[in-house]
Structures are given as structure tokens and as C-alpha cells.
């Protein structure tokens, strides 16, 4: 991710603060000619013009003020990652801040995310020697331990992986930056990252989408998957700006908070062939007698699976395939015997196509709540608060 010079950044908010070219060169100890360089080097970076320049100071533009609110985030999210190194009292951290630069973050954050300097390193094109040279500048500058050797080569340490989440939630706000500043002069940028769970994936997330991109073609969308303890992790570090998907206890991660979309019926699912494709009403028997295809254990569905036996007074089955991709899991139950306690709109194509068949839950209406997970501080930028938007009214449309 490319991030304007950090003393620039920094430059750039103590002119916003005290209104003076002067006074913000007074309080870094640099000339009044490098911190108008710095503010040039800022609105060239930005695109846009930030100050309106008079005798009685600098003034912020509207692309200024946006710039400013995006910018003192970003810095606060590094200062306090320097805090949490610890060891330094503030003076001192405040000194360690204005030493480190955007690309000794950079490789930090490459480093953390593939765990070894040889693939950061191929996955990035930036040569091995350089990402060494650079974590390892930004070590001693912070004088923190944030690479141990192991038998599996030399990682990074957990300070190093608290340093590369602040670093990155600070990048994210400086390209949100970028983005509020492009909506002012009609312009729409930026990209947003979705981090989808499967009934997301299926249904909701396309169909938001499709409307989402007819309005805003030039936002760019992305969509990762993975467990929910990945997604969870992606979004707490800045790789994924919002979640869906089944709502958790919200007790078990600190920063975060949910907001209920929907209530997502539960059935049992079948292949158009299985013997009991047509019957309405299962029984205790009928649950019994054949192989299911059971979620992951630490999924909010692996519950609702266990009481489907365990209400009905048998025991659950101790043989099963373990599965949470669909794709996987529609080729089972269409090839076999199989069943599936799934969402009833998950599978929502495949009963159109007449593939599998949805029988009514033993217990009736049986729910799940799905829902979207965010960070507490974050800020969406106008296209992003669209998306939501649109993505709120079509949970709106699967709820009735």
C-alpha cells in the first residue's frame, strides 16, 4: 500500500492545528520551508487542494477538513502502536514515532501477513535483503524485539503482529482519505473489502452487489471467505472493512460490534432423489437413518445440529463429513443419501433448479440471526455507507 511520507502527514496536521506555517515548523523544529514542501508534497499525494492561503494564516478547504479528520486518525492508530510496544515514557515515544517511516511499516505489515521474509518477499516483488533491511531498521529505531528465530525460520513476534494491525488501520484511513476527497468533486474511488461467511456468499452478497455496481462502477469490491476466526481477524486489522454472515457472541472479541439484519430459517436438506424428498414431517427415525453432512464444530449452526437429535431424544450422529463449503456439499447430497441442516436461503439456486429440496425442520420454525460485523471506530466513507445501505434493504427483502 502506498502512504504519503509520514513527516508530511505529521507536517500537515500540526498546520491544521495551530493555522500557521510558522507555528507548525516551530513545533517539529523544521524550517517554515520544509513544511510548505510538506503540505505541497500532501495535496499532490491527495489530488486536491487542502488550504486556502491569506495573510492571517491557513485555512482548511473542504477537502482539508476531510483530509485532517482521516489524517489525525491515521496518526493516532501509529502512536498508539507504539504505545503498546510499552518499555518508553512519552516523550520518548513521541520521538520514536517521528523516526519511523511508510515503508519499514510496509514491509512490517507484508512480513506479518506471509511470516517469512522469502515469500513476502516473492508475493511482493520487493527484494528479500530490502524487506530485511527495513524490518530490521524499524527494530532498532523501536527498540523492540519484533522477530525471534525459530525452528521454522525467523517470524515475527506478537508485538510485531499488534504494530502491523495499528499500521494498517492507519494506511486504511489515509486511502479512505482519498476516497471522502474524490465524492466531494463527484468522483467515486476507493474499494471495499467484505469478509463473507457462507449464506453471504450465496444470496445476499451478490444480489447487494449487482444493484451496488450498477450505481457505483468505479468502487471497487472485493470478497474473502475463510473461517470465522480469519474473517474476525481481517476485519480487527484493517484487510476487511465489514463482515457477514451469522452473528456470534459478541463477549468473545473486544472492538467490534454487530448489528442484526435478519432471522435465517433453518431446514433440512436433501437431493431431489433421496427417499425422503417428498415427506413433510420427519421423525426421530427418519433423522437416524441416514448420513448427514454436519457444519464446523465451532460454528453457530454446529449447535442447532446437535439439539436437532438431541430434542428428539436420539444421539447425534459420531459419523459425518465435516463440511462448509456448499459447492462440496451440493455434490454430496445430489450423489447421494446424504442430509444437511442448512439455511433455507443458502441453498436458495439450487431449489429454483430443482437440485435439492428444503423438508421442514422437525422443530418448526427454527432461526439463526445474520447479521453485519464492524470495527467500533470505523468510519465509512460515503460510497461504503451506500453499500451498507443497499446491503441492509436487500436482508430486508430475504426477511419477508
Known amino acids: 500500500m502506498t502512504v504519503p511520507n509520514l513527516r508530511h502527514l505529521q507536517a500537515f496536521h500540526e498546520v ?19 513544511v510548505t514542501q510538506a503540505i505541497a508534497a500532501i495535496e499532490r499525494y491527495f489530488g486536491a487542494v487542502l488550504f486556502t492561503r491569506s495573510p492571517y494564516g491557513m485555512r482548511s478547504t473542504a477537502a482539508g477538513a476531510v483530509c485532517a479528520d482521516r489524517i489525525e486518525r491515521a496518526l493516532t492508530q501509529l502512536r498508539e502502536g507504539i504505545q503498546e ?5 512519552a516523550g520518548k515515544r513521541e520521538q520514536l514515532f517521528r523516526r519511523i517511516s511508510g ?17 513476502a518477499a516473492r508475493a511482493t516483488g520487493v527484494s528479500q535483503p530490502t524487506l530485511h533491511r527495513a524490518a530490521r531498521t524499524l527494530e532498532r529505531t523501536l527498540d523492540a524485539r519484533l522477530f525471534e528465530k525459530t525452528s521454522y525460520g525467523v517470524v515475527p513476534t506478537r508485538e510485531a503482529e499488534k504494530l502491523s494491525r495499528r499500521a494498517h488501520l492507519a494506511f486504511v484511513e489515509i486511502a479512505q482519505a482519498r476516497a471522502d476527497i474524490d465524492a466531494l468533486d463527484g468522483r467515486e474511488s476507493g474499494r471495499t473489502v ?22 457505483q462502477p468505479e468502487h471497487a469490491v472485493a470478497i474473502i471467505d475463510g473461517t470465522y476466526e480469519h474473517l474476525l481477524g481481517a476485519l480487527q486489522s484493517g484487510q476487511a472493512d465489514f ?66 437429535f ?42 429454483q433448479a430443482g437440485m435439492l429440496v428444503c423438508l421442514p425442520h422437525p422443530a418448526g420454525k427454527v432461526v439463526r440471526k445474520i447479521g453485519l460485523t464492524v470495527r467500533d471506530d470505523w468510519r465509512p466513507t460515503r460510497a461504503q455507507a451506500r453499500l451498507l445501505t443497499i446491503v441492509r434493504e436487500t436482508a430486508g427483502q430475504l426477511s419477508r
Open 16 to 34: 491544521v492545528a495551530s493555522g500557521s506555517i510558522s507555528a507548525a515548523a516551530l513545533r517539529m523544529h523544521l524550517t517554515q520551508s520544509a
Open 85 to 89: 510496544l510499552g518499555g518508553s515514557d
Open 103 to 119: 515503508p519499514q511499516l510496509n514491509s512490517l505489515i507484508t512480513l506479518v501477513e506471509f511470516r517469512n521474509f522469502t515469500h
Open 194 to 215: 467484505i469478509g463473507s461467511m457462507p449464506l453471504a456468499r450465496s444470496f445476499l452478497i451478490p444480489n447487494a452487489l449487482i444493484r451496488f455496481t450498477r450505481e
Open 243 to 308: 463482515l457477514i454472515g451469522a452473528l456470534r457472541d459478541i463477549r468473545v472479541s473486544g472492538g467490534i460490534k454487530q448489528e442484526h439484519l435478519f432471522d435465517d430459517p433453518l431446514s433440512i436438506v436433501v437431493g431431489a432423489g433421496h427417499p425422503l424428498a417428498k415427506k413433510r414431517k420427519l421423525t426421530a427415525a427418519d433423522l437416524a437413518s441416514h448420513p448427514w453432512i454436519a457444519p464446523r464444530a465451532s460454528s453457530p449452526l454446529k449447535a442447532h445440529f446437535e439439539a436437532l
Open 310 to 351: 438431541k430434542d428428539r431424544g436420539i444421539e447425534p450422529p459420531q459419523r459425518f463429513i465435516e463440511c462448509n463449503s456448499l459447492g462440496a456439499a451440493r455434490a454430496f447430497l445430489m450423489g447421494s443419501d446424504h442430509m444437511m441442516l442448512s439455511s433455507t436461503n443458502q441453498v436458495h439456486y439450487e431449489l
